[in-house]
């Protein structure tokens, strides 16, 4: 009789612990359903995304419009009633365009006007512009093989295509970008006269995209200006050069660098009900180039993740763990707002456990890739099931974001969220990063998309089961 008692004692309890597993599932299930309810039909990040793209406009560090930024940020967070909100200092560059850039190419007394942008932190032209016969090459490292000889004098026009077999879009773009980083610091120390880059591109079209070049330790009268030219015409050029290896190219740039300014990382804080002193972070960079507006990038980032706080406390949601919007400035050209913050949080000993960055468009979120360990990775697949509902289904290890790397540590969870990325370098730095480029149900699924995330490491945490011992206690 006491065997058959207890058979049914743990009969019952088995089933009370299903039961319950059941309802913990349903409730989890039933707060992602308000969270993505909420974003698709009462969204605030579209509203936000036309305020910071159609009245303030591009970006970029040290600028007035980056400052007008950070007020209007700021204002919109106190608005949500958060717990703090707050400005952090950074000092950040100043780099500015100047005059519209102007470019062509001559060959047999013929003139192609070509469509040209400088790239960020490039020295300007002489005056009256930079003028000389063009040598083509498919990367920086053809640059040793060609030597002094050949480079000395001319304009290193450097013609590296995208991989368009390559599916992943952002490994595309990183195979082509350190073209863009460091050629006009290579082709300096060979004589050159100036470089011009293939636009990281996926489509061929006529607009230049912008980015971040440097120089390295070269001296600064070494230092040469470096531009991009539109896909269109990069293949123009080059099959000019073929007919015309004495084909002269021009170009003009007034660009100007002066020296650092203050500037300010945005912060929101909803305060933890029962861990207040473990953070968890979400956020994107509030800077952008100059050419568009920065819709896609990052403006759609900074609003998602305003929006994360406003759908946490819009749905009944009180956090255990104390929550943050950072809104960085200067990932563009320097990551000085991503590092102050983790200086900072250094400084003062704070316990970051998870941090998760929306940096790669305002397009169809797909899932998230994620930086940390086996056992973690494996908590998080478990939740799958509860966003496939929203057709979200890539969670990947792998990379998270670059202003939230400098937090990286063995406890902390880094995130990246990841739309579909198959049209991002359309846009991605150039002028057509405009505000009616981004939809916005695929903004505010984003949004979604990134508080359940964080409302489900919130309620389960990143503590795992490390060894068989705990698994059998």
């Known amino acids: 009789m006491n065997k058959l008692m207890k058979s049914v004692s743990t009969i019952v309890l088995l089933l009370s612990l299903m039961l319950s597993g ?59 009633g958060l717990d703090k909100v707050w400005l952090q200092p950074v000092m950040v560059p100043k780099w500015v365009r100047g005059e519209k850039e102007m470019g ?67 490994q595309a773009y990183g195979g082509c970008a350190t073209e863009r980083y460091r050629g006009a610091a290579e082709a300096a120390k060979y004589g050159a006269v100036g470089t011009i880059i293939r636009s990281l591109s996926s489509r061929q079209d006529d607009y230049p995209h912008t980015g971040s070049m440097a120089y390295g330790d070269l ?69 952008s180039w100059d050419l568009g507006d920065g819709a896609h990038d990052d403006g759609a980032g900074v609003v998602q993740s305003m929006e994360v706080l406003r759908l946490l406390s819009e749905s009944g949601v009180r956090p255990k763990r104390s929550i943050r919007v950072v809104l960085f400035m200067n990932e ?10 983790a200086e900072v949080a250094k400084e003062k000993g704070e316990k970051h456990i998870f941090a998760l960055e929306s940096d790669a468009g305002g397009f169809t979120p797909r899932g998230f890739s994620f930086d940390c360990s086996d056992l973690m990775f494996a908590k998080i697949e478990s939740w799958k099931p509860l966003f496939k509902p929203y057709l979200i289904h890539y969670f990947e290890k792998g990379g998270s974001g670059a202003d939230i790397g400098p937090l990286k540590s063995d406890d902390i969870v880094l995130a990246g969220l990841r739309p579909d990325s198959q049209r991002y370098f359309d846009h991605h730095h150039a002028a057509n990063d405009t505000f009616e480029h981004v939809n916005k149900r695929e903004l505010a699924l984003g949004a979604a998309t990134m508080t359940s995330l964080v409302f489900l490491i919130d309620k389960y945490g990143t503590e795992t089961i490390t060894d068989e011992k705990e698994i059998k206690d």
């Not at 599932?25 to 993505?36: F, G, M, R, V």
């Not at 600064?220 to 539109?230: G, L, T, Y």
């Not at 020296?259 to 861990?275: A, R």
């Not at 563009?332 to 913050?341: Q, S």
Request: aromatic share 8%; proline share 2%; with cysteine.
């Open 332 to 341: 563009e050209n320097g990551l000085r707002g991503g590092r102050k913050y």
């Open 219 to 287: 001296p600064v009268e070494q230092r040469i200006p470096s531009a991009a030219i539109s896909t269109n015409d990069a293949v123009k050029l080059s099959e000019a050069l073929k007919k015309d290896k004495d084909l002269v190219f021009f170009f003009e740039m007034s660009c100007q660098k002066f020296d650092d300014v203050l500037s300010h990382n945005v912060i929101g804080e909803i305060t933890g009900s029962e861990f207040p002193n473990e953070y968890m972070l979400v956020g994107g960079h509030l800077d």
């Open 104 to 170: 062509y190419f001559e060959t047999k007394g013929q003139l192609q006007k070509v469509n040209i942008c400088a790239l960020g932190g490039s020295v300007a032209t002489p005056n009256g512009g930079t003028k000389a016969q063009v040598l083509e090459v498919g990367t920086y490292k053809d640059l040793e093989t060609l030597g002094e000889e050949k480079i000395k004098g001319k304009i290193v026009f450097i013609n590296r295509s995208w991989e368009q077999e390559l599916v992943n879009t952002f």
């Open 22 to 80: 059941n309802m913990k599932a349903q409730s989890d299930e039933a707060i992602l359903k308000t969270l993505y309810e909420t974003s698709l039909t009462k969204g605030k990040s579209y509203e936000w995304l036309d305020y910071l793209s159609n009245t303030i406009g591009g970006r970029l560090s040290g600028s007035t419009n980056a400052e007008l930024a950070v007020q209007y940020t700021k204002k919109e967070l106190e608005k949500l």
